[in-house]
């Protein structure tokens, strides 16, 4: 089991950076990967970005690919979202997800991931 704490959020005006970290609680982080998801009020929660157990490997949505970067500190049982250019469109809670796998495969598939986050509130002004 791994118990998984957001922070970073807040507001910001269009065109400005945030810096989302994810602190996991638990054991052996990195058996996990881990994902980044998004949800405004009233819509579906979206995929934005993942990445494998090793942070070898990555994987955007195409909304956010060349503004954001996911990233992982397995010695600090960390995974961050830098987000830069933001727009408001972006603004949403902001999730992070952790999945257990043996394999170095990256998923943008929701009902993959096992264990959530609380979210943290991300506001773009325009």
């Known amino acids: 089991q791994v118990q998984l704490v957001e922070s970073g959020g807040g507001l910001v005006q269009a065109g400005g950076s945030l810096r989302l970290s994810c602190a996991a609680s638990?054991?052996?982080?990195?058996?996990?990967?881990m994902g980044w998801f998004r949800q405004d009020p009233g819509k579906e929660r979206e995929f934005v970005a993942a990445?494998?157990?090793?942070?070898?490997?990555?994987y955007y949505a195409d909304s956010v690919k060349g503004r954001f970067t996911i990233s992982r500190d397995n010695a600090k049982n960390t995974v961050y979202l830098q987000m830069n250019s933001l727009k408001p469109e972006d603004t949403a809670v902001y999730y992070c997800?952790?999945?257990?796998?043996?394999?170095?495969?990256?998923?943008?598939?929701?009902?993959?991931?096992?264990?959530w986050g609380q979210g943290t509130q991300v506001t773009v002004s325009s």
């Open positions: 638990g054991r052996a982080f990195s058996t996990y990967a």
């Open positions: 990445i494998d157990r090793s942070g070898g490997t990555t």
């Open positions: 997800a952790a999945r257990w796998t043996s394999t170095w495969v990256v998923t943008a598939q929701e009902r993959e991931y096992h264990f």
